[in-house]
């Protein structure tokens, strides 16, 4: 049966995750808790966390905060600044391959590489969301009105995507061939990448917050229903023309956050009562590991060997769960 090893935090649970084998959990008042061998807490800003990515080698957490500041944070309790923007609101965040880290305030994006050389890009209209590729140093920017896809080690044209609307958190598809967008409206929107082929989806009853590819990238799972919604990516057009996958429904509460299993056709969804349970994409099984809380859930996520995930709320709980026997 699944265990809940609870884990007191100071606040709205920002981002939870794993490093490595340690446990992690970011809150909005600007506390990153470690949970390995022993617990190590941590403060790197000077006010409030707003955003918190794992490196892509897993050895630190990026953090950015209202102080301007990006920090590396790691599992041992040490942190060290990365780049600072003063009076600046750092909300966005996202990492790269071989160390580099992309940030943005305002209408300007950032890319730090790992020897601390930047670049910076510049648009037209407000940066709503950030992705890297999953290979090559290639930085896709969502904004208004559609996306811009940046060289960002290189100077060149950037290509643009458009469409019309407000496009905030952006992904690319694990084997590179999409860019998916959740957009201000109750909708995804994404590009064929090959083409630019426009796709879009629909018939969302809120915003979609959450979005997570399951392994092997044949599916992205999203929030925003009353059900987590997978779109199928498995064929030449992508989603377009095929039904997407609706596990979890419920008549009582929305999907607020989705984590696919890392090896295993298989995701964990957390809802806006504080309910969380995993569910099998082949038959719908699912297993209830969470009752109701106080708040909806905000962050969930696995550990690399899939039988640990770790969870947060907007109303300061948060939790370790194993699925071991």
Known sequence: MPTIAPVDVDGFVVRAGYLKDSAFFATGEGEVLFF??????????????????????????????????????????THELLAER????????????????????????????????????????????????????????????????????????PVTLSWKGAHLGISFSPDGKYLVTAMQENALHGWRLSDTQDMRMSGYPAKVKSFSW???????????????????????NGPMGQAPL????????????????????VVAIGYQDGTILISRFADNAAVLLRGPGEGPVSTIDWNDHGDRLVFGTEAAEAGIVSLKD
Not at 246 to 262: I, M
Request: hydrophobic share 35%; aromatic share 8%; glycine share 12%.
């Open 36 to 77: 390995a061998e022993g617990t190590k807490s941590i403060r790197p800003h000077k006010s409030g966390l707003l955003a918190a990515e794992p490196s892509r080698d897993h050895a630190c957490l990026v953090t950015s905060g209202d102080d301007g500041c990006i920090f590396a944070c790691r599992a041992d309790g």
């Open 86 to 157: 003063p009076r600046k609101w750092i909300d966005l965040i996202a990492t790269g391959p071989s160390g580099a880290i992309a940030f943005a305030s305002g209408r300007t994006a950032w890319v730090r590489d790992s020897d601390g050389t930047e670049r910076e890009f510049n648009h037209e209209r407000a940066v709503g969301g950030l992705a890297f590729a999953p290979k090559g140093n290639r930085l896709a920017v969502s904004r208004y009105d559609g996306a811009t896809l940046w060289w960002a080690g290189r100077d060149s044209d």
């Open 214 to 236: 399951s392994h092997g990238g044949k599916y992205l799972a999203t929030s925003g229903a009353n059900a987590a919604i997978l779109w199928p990516y498995h064929g030449k």
């Open 246 to 265: 609706q596990l979890g429904a419920r008549d009582d509460a929305q999907v607020t956050a989705v984590a696919c299993h890392p090896m295993e056709e």
